[in-house]
């Protein structure tokens, strides 16, 4: 139970970076208008030749401009992998949008929401160097570790509170967020900030999710636009997208350096496990998350007037989830699905799609629905295929992950 005592956890900045755009306001327009950027996969690593020497065809939405800011030290974006350079841009706006620069860098936190990220990257330095192992640079020492892209962060903005990577499947950046908030309440340190790594796959992965029913499609492989259909009769699993997410959390008696209000108010969370390895959901172990959240944050369910769902387009996942939306009386909030918009994420989904919730907060006005034809809820309150004006007040974040992790997260509009 939250002590009314304690100041306001609140989001004081963020960053973002997507298939369909690089900065909040970017992002805000494309996200607005529908767009997409799903196709068969180009970057080196992630398709393969098959026995028939075809070429395979993973589909997936990948970021095809990443703007880096003149300030980032070119020295260290050299020897940086995809993940890492991706996070210092989008760490880098989150900075600036909080004005982190005016605090102590002892009293800044740093947690990298996934693990295992930098697959491909690893897969190409290994394909490289096979059959002359004793030249690999030393870096990949260094390199082939989750905590570089920590390391690698603390240096160049220099935060020296603590830094870490968390690793919850595809619940880790939602779970990273939820650390984060602990660590700024217990007054560990003032400001922490949360990076939803960008999860990068190689071919390898992209088989293993394929073989396990997991990674569509096969049934839209030639037209990759309507692959993505999360909550609809046709979906057949997630589609990839490269993102990566950046907030900051402070307390709200901390935040009277900052000229413009927060972002949202962190009001409670939950965060449970269903005690089972494999990758099959639990509507119980959904259910105890989101009731910890709202008796966390003290709101009954009518308050509840929006929800970003995990909605990954999994048969038996979306199934799972609505099934719990509608036990916990909540099918009359709105619902969209933001991963028709930018495909899963995996590590980086529940930062990423946590920041979407603030965009569409601070615009008044909810992203739609792409390829959402024939919902398999017809009592759930979706909203369509073009936006939709709404003033969200209370809004509820959902993420679930590989090894029965759920998670649920409210913010509440300040």
């Known amino acids: 139970m939250k002590n009314s005592d304690q100041p306001d956890l609140i989001i004081s900045g963020l960053g973002?970076?997507?298939p369909i755009g690089q900065g909040a306001a970017e992002v805000t327009r494309a996200?607005?208008?529908g767009n997409h950027e799903f196709s068969v996969m180009n970057r080196e690593g992630r398709q393969y030749a098959t026995a028939s020497n075809e070429q395979s065809a993973f589909l997936g939405a990948e970021i095809t401009d990443l703007c880096l800011p003149e300030s980032l030290p070119a020295?260290?974006?050299?020897?940086?992998?995809?993940?890492?350079?991706?996070?210092?841009?989008?760490?880098?706006?989150a900075w600036q949008d909080a004005d982190l620069s005016s605090l102590e860098g002892h009293r800044i936190g740093l947690i990298v929401g996934g693990s295992n990220f930098q697959q491909r990257e690893i897969a190409l330095v290994q394909n490289k160097f096979a059959g002359r192992e004793a030249f690999l640079r030393p870096a990949y020492a260094m390199n082939f570790m989750d905590s570089d892209?920590?390391?690698l962060c603390s240096e160049v903005f220099g935060i020296k509170g603590f830094a870490y990577t968390l690793g919850g499947a595809s619940a880790s950046g939602?779970?990273?967020i939820i650390q984060a908030a602990q660590a700024v309440q217990s007054g560990q340190v003032d400001a922490?900030?949360?990076v939803g790594a960008l999860m990068d796959l190689s071919y390898w992965e992209c088989q293993g999710f394929t073989a396990a029913g997991a990674m569509g499609s096969l049934q839209f492989a030639a037209q990759a636009e309507l692959a993505a259909r999360p909550f609809d009769r046709q979906r057949d699993g997630f589609i990839f997208g490269e993102n990566c997410g950046a907030i900051v959390i402070e307390r709200s008696d901390q935040v009277n350096r900052l000229a413009k209000d927060p972002y949202a108010r962190i009001s409670g969370w939950g965060f449970c496990l269903d005690g089972n390895r494999n990758p099959n959901p639990s509507s119980e172990g959904q259910?105890?998350?989101?009731?910890?959240?709202?008796e966390h944050a003290q709101w009954n369910r009518q308050q509840v007037d929006y929800i970003n769902p995990h909605a990954t387009g999994s048969p038996l996942g979306d199934e799972t989830e609505l099934s719990t939306i509608r036990h916990c009386g909540l099918n009359e909030a709105w619902?969209?699905?933001?991963?028709?918009?930018?495909?899963?994420?995996?590590?980086?989904?529940?930062?990423v799609e946590c920041i979407l919730t603030l965009l569409q907060m601070k615009a008044k006005a909810l992203h739609p629905c792409r390829n959402l034809e024939e919902p398999i809820c017809e009592v759930c309150h979706f909203v369509p295929a073009k936006s939709e004006d709404h003033t969200i007040k209370h809004a509820l974040t959902l993420s679930f992950g590989f090894g029965g992790v759920n998670s649920a997260l409210c913010l509440a509009r300040v």
């Open 16 to 18: 973002v970076t997507t």
């Open 31 to 33: 996200m607005l208008n």
């Open 75 to 93: 020295k260290h974006l050299r020897t940086a992998s995809w993940s890492s350079t991706v996070a210092l841009a989008t760490l880098h706006e």
């Open 149 to 151: 892209t920590c390391a």
């Open 174 to 176: 939602q779970i990273a």
């Open 192 to 194: 922490c900030i949360v």
């Open 287 to 294: 259910i105890t998350a989101i009731n910890q959240a709202l």
């Open 335 to 351: 619902i969209n699905t933001s991963k028709s918009l930018i495909g899963h994420g995996l590590s980086s989904a529940g930062t």
